[in-house]
Each structure stands twice: as structure tokens, then as C-alpha cells.
């Protein structure tokens, strides 16, 4: 990989990279948008559709890069056509593929998907890109210590074997994948991993068995964070059990803002906004700073080919 500054230490914000023949589509439909809201993706183990997005949008989609409002500093080049031109694309799944991707966890399954749309761009864009290091802005989580209750303030995990459970998947589709666990459908049902609850506004993260690394992940989705890659500072290497609170951003015109199943008006006054919440509920705090991030280079891009 090229490297545009000095690359000392670890390289943040890595992008999905296919370690293998990436899968594909069994059929895909791309057209000019006919406008709307842009809808980052709703996706089964059947379909893929997106809605009124740039063709950067889809690029970002395809390598896990965060969504931002404004130019993602992340994906550098291409004409100008790129974040102009807005698309429907509408991609099946070949039912055999479908089936093998129903029993994935759900992480593995996106990652699954966005393998594909990396094929969807290689093939109907003539997408060509390689990869480079730069030093970007980026979030550190830290341990908040100012104050009277300075530190953090994290329950050890209830099960002993929760530490490593919230693990990137590797991106390869097996051959015999194991039967994905159920979905839990409320905060009680999870002995696991992360669940966000909606209320309009308000959200709710119940965090079983998490290590930090893991909750910066989700941070990183937020659209809170601008983009930003999330790292973790803590130097805590423990599995945790926490509840957080706060008070979304209203939806940015990308469409960053998460959306859920799990959603409902909310009764309840406005709560703190991430970052306070955060500090005062788990004793940990974002700050600005800047790392070397990895970063997507575009090579070639053509309008895409008709259906």
C-alpha cells in the first residue's frame, strides 16, 4: 500500500477488502433516480435496493465506509459525476447464495452483501481503485478522568466467556455456514453483543459481553461522528456489560441517521447528546485528534452500463 505520510503505529478505519473472489448479484437493475429520500440500503438475504444515492455513496456502501453529509474525505477522485448523478439499484440474490447468507450473523451478512456491490461497481462502473494511508481527523475513545467520579464506570461482563465474542467476521462465505442465532427483539432477550432501541429521537444501547473495540465499531455508524474513524484509547481489554442513553442528531440529508425496526414516538424529554452521554453515564470520552486512516483511491469510473 502507498503511503502518503508517515504510517507509524496502526492504520485506522480499515475498509472491507475481499480475500477471495468476491461474490455477485444474481441480476441487478440501475437507473437515473426519480428523487426521494436517499435510503442507504435495505437489504434481506434475498435483495439488495438503495434508493436515491451518488455513485460515491454506493463506493462507500460497498467498502463499510462510513456515510457523511458532506465530502467523505475517505474516497478521494473520480469526476465530478460521482456525487451529482443520483441512482436506483435494485440487486437480487442468487437463491442458493440467498440461503447460505440466511443463516450468517448479521455482521457477516452485510459484509457479504457489500462484497457484492463491490462486483455491482467492478462490473456495471468499471470501478478500479487501490488504497493509501493518510492522516485524517479521527475520534479517540478515552477514559474520561476529570471530575469527582473521573473513570470509567463499566460492568465486567456477566459471562466469562463474552471477551472477543464482538470479533469483525471474516468476509469469506463458507461453505457450510452455522445457522445464524435469532434476533433479539428487545434489550432482555440479548446475552450477547449490542442492541440499539429507537424512540423518535432517543436511543438506547444495551451492551452485553462488549469489549471497547467493539463499541467503537458501532460508534463509528453514527452520524454523530461525522465519518470519523472511532478508535479505542481506553487501554481497557475487557468484556463489559453498559446501558447508554442520549438524544440523536436530527437525519442529515445523506441519510446517515440509523434507521430501525426497533423505533417508536418517544414520551420522554430530550436526553443528553452522545458525547455527554458518554462521559457522565460511562465514564469514557471522544476527543478530536488525527491518525493515519486508510483511505480508497479512485483509479477509473464510468457511467454505468445499461440493464
Not at 31 to 52: F, H, L, Q
Not at 108 to 137: C, G, I, N, W, Y
Amino acid at each position: 500500500m502507498a503511503c502518503l505520510a508517515v504510517c507509524a503505529g496502526p492504520l485506522y478505519g480499515q475498509i472491507l477488502h475481499a480475500t477471495a473472489p468476491a461474490p455477485s448479484f444474481e441480476v441487478a437493475t440501475i437507473k437515473p433516480s426519480s428523487g426521494g429520500n436517499a435510503i442507504p440500503s435495505i437489504s434481506t438475504p434475498a435483495e439488495s435496493r438503495t434508493t436515491n444515492v451518488s455513485a460515491r455513496n454506493l463506493i462507500e456502501q460497498a467498502y463499510r465506509i462510513p456515510w457523511t453529509s458532506s465530502l467523505n474525505e475517505r474516497v478521494i477522485g473520480g469526476p465530478g459525476w460521482i456525487d451529482t448523478i443520483r441512482y436506483d439499484v435494485d440487486a437480487r440474490i442468487d437463491p442458493a447464495l440467498a440461503g447460505a447468507l440466511q443463516k450468517m450473523p448479521n455482521e457477516q451478512r452485510k459484509d457479504q452483501t457489500s462484497l457484492m456491490m463491490q462486483s455491482l461497481l467492478a462490473d456495471r462502473f468499471k470501478l478500479k481503485v487501490h488504497f493509501e494511508s493518510r492522516v485524517l481527523p479521527i475520534y479517540a475513545l478515552a477514559v474520561a478522568k476529570s471530575g469527582p467520579k473521573g473513570g470509567p464506570r463499566l460492568a465486567p461482563a456477566s459471562e466469562p466467556s463474552a471477551a472477543g465474542a464482538d470479533q469483525p467476521h471474516q468476509p469469506s462465505l463458507p461453505a457450510n455456514p452455522e445457522p445464524a442465532k435469532p434476533q433479539p427483539a428487545a434489550p432482555d432477550d440479548l446475552r450477547k453483543g449490542i442492541f440499539v432501541l429507537y424512540r423518535g429521537q432517543q436511543a438506547e444501547m444495551t451492551a452485553r459481553g462488549v469489549t471497547l473495540d467493539g463499541l467503537v465499531h458501532w460508534l463509528a455508524g453514527y452520524s454523530e461522528i461525522g465519518g470519523r474513524t472511532v478508535v479505542n484509547q481506553t487501554g481497557l481489554s475487557g468484556a463489559y456489560d453498559f446501558t447508554l442513553r442520549w438524544t440523536r442528531e436530527p437525519l442529515t440529508a445523506a441519510g446517515q441517521q440509523d434507521d430501525s425496526p426497533n423505533s417508536a414516538a418517544s414520551p420522554e424529554p430530550p436526553g443528553p447528546a452522545m458525547f455527554t452521554a458518554l462521559q457522565e453515564q460511562l465514564g469514557l470520552r471522544l476527543q478530536s485528534t488525527k491518525g493515519p486512516v486508510e483511505v480508497l483511491v479512485i483509479d477509473h469510473i464510468e457511467k454505468p452500463s445499461e440493464n
